[in-house]
């Protein structure tokens, strides 16, 4: 659906020039929720615009669905920008006019009669489950109401894709749960391709199929959620995955010498990933029984991506070093990632 080639845009000039985007390039499905990731500063939102021309790249080239939008003259690209729905992380909502006007207002010139526009608000509005608010103004709705408000406006003239520029930065834990499920319920039921840009990476994993990493303008790692997230490659990426997780809060307990971290003779404190496609085992339970060690889990942070685990758990060990040994061969074989974090023998 989004093929983006060697896309460049600067800011500036000189010393003061800033490559927001720097020789980006990606494929996006067709009907693919792909999210793009990046802390602040990373051109993530220049990206975004680029797809769609609000901001014109310097070089390289969009097409969008087989239109190339970088050789679209103005009045193409008006036309085409109608497929493409936007919705950003402040709603853009016009505060003077009532909901269904602000749903209304890109059907302008669209040649639909009243009734038909009317007809077609509350067809939106109930998409988004806010029938009710119809004659409400935007100060009387809530955050997560604004951005559903946003959504039916961005969906008003039937796009085949929807950019979300940090589309739920704004709102609150919950709501952004809600506002999450009900666009993986529109890109199911409407098969619409979705772009989220975010520095969340929570939200890329609720409903992202895959991601792109940006930073400085450049993407530096992508794939599926589950390939990207479990076996990081690029240390902007592990540091993400830092922001989420507990189980790096044991090295700072380790560097403290706090008493949690204290060991017995024969003891080990391990950090085990898990990054494996397929149903989960209980690999902890059969090997404490079959090796006859004891595994005492101090840290977990475990979650289900794409029907597979992925996090890990921070575990001391205790037993037999010969046992202790083949229980780390045995995590291994399943595939399970093991780093040593402490061991009694060279413990001060």
Known sequence: MIEIKHVCKDFGDGKLCVH????????????????????????????????????????GSVVIDGTEMTALR??????????????????????????????????????????EVRDRVRQLL????????????????????KQRVAIARALANDPKVLLCDEATSA????????????????NQSLGIT?????????????????????????VVEQGDVYSVFASPR???????????????????????????????????????SYYSHGVSEPVISYLSRTYNVDINIIFANVEILQDSQLGGTVAIISGERENV??????????????????DARYSA
């Open 74 to 115: 103005p009045a193409e690209l008006r036309e085409a920008r109608k497929k493409i729905g936007m919705i950003f992380q402040h709603f853009n909502l016009m505060p003077s006019r009532t909901v269904a006007e602000n749903v209304a207002y890109p059907l302008k010139g669209s040649g639909l009669s009243r009734q």
């Open 194 to 218: 979705v772009v989220l840009i975010t520095h969340e990476m929570a939200v890329v994993k609720e409903i992202c199929t895959h991601v792109a990493v940006m930073d400085h303008g450049q």
């Open 325 to 342: 040994t083949k229980a780390i061969e045995y995590f291994i074989e399943k595939n399970v990632g093991v780093e040593v974090l402490k």
């Open 171 to 186: 709102l609150d834990p919950q709501t952004t749960r809600q506002i999450l499920k009900l666009l993986k319920n529109l």
């Open 126 to 145: 109930k998409l988004v489950e806010l029938e009710e608010k119809e004659n409400a103004y935007p100060s009387q709705l809530s955050g997560g109401q």
């Open 20 to 59: 927001a985007v720097d020789d980006v390039s990606l494929n996006i499905a067709t009907g693919d929720i792909f999210g793009v990731i990046g802390f602040s500063g990373a051109g993530k939102s220049t990206l975004v615009r680029c797809i769609n021309l609000l901001e014109r790249p310097d070089s």
């Open 234 to 272: 690029m240390q902007i990426t592990q540091n993400f995955i830092r922001t989420t997780s507990n189980l790096h809060k044991v090295d700072e307990l380790i560097e403290e010498h706090a008493k949690l971290t204290d060991l017995e003779p024969g003891q080990l404190i391990v950090r085990l």
